[in-house]
């Protein structure tokens, strides 16, 4: 959360470019409709959902899942922390919670 915290102020040199689109309209791969969720461009190596207004990444290894996201414009970030793999995909799970904190 202290990282989100950084981000949404960016209170470091290098948060700014998390904003900066890098690639507009790509195809990263997270593009499902049936949940609202179209992550179409990138940052500095984040994905930007500009339907829900967010910046998040998630990252999977052999036993556990992460995500991180965050909208500096609401000062709302989630962390979904995960020490098992699950069929449900963290990243999943956490832009869900955005979308009901809302």
Not at 48 to 54: Q, V, Y
Request: charged share 20%.
């Amino acid at each position: 959360m202290k990282f989100a915290q950084m981000q949404m102020a960016i209170s470091h040199p290098f948060a700014e470019y998390t904003y900066r689109v890098w690639a507009n309209d790509v195809d990263t791969g997270f593009y499902f409709p049936n949940l609202g969720i179209n992550s179409d461009a990138m940052g500095l190596c984040w994905f930007i959902d500009r339907g829900i207004n967010i910046i998040w990444h998630g990252g999977t290894v052999d036993t556990f899942e992460t995500f991180a996201g965050f909208d500096k414009d609401e000062d709302m970030a989630v962390v979904v922390l995960s020490n098992i793999r699950s069929r449900i995909p963290s990243w999943v799970i956490g832009l869900q919670i955005f979308k009901e904190l809302r």
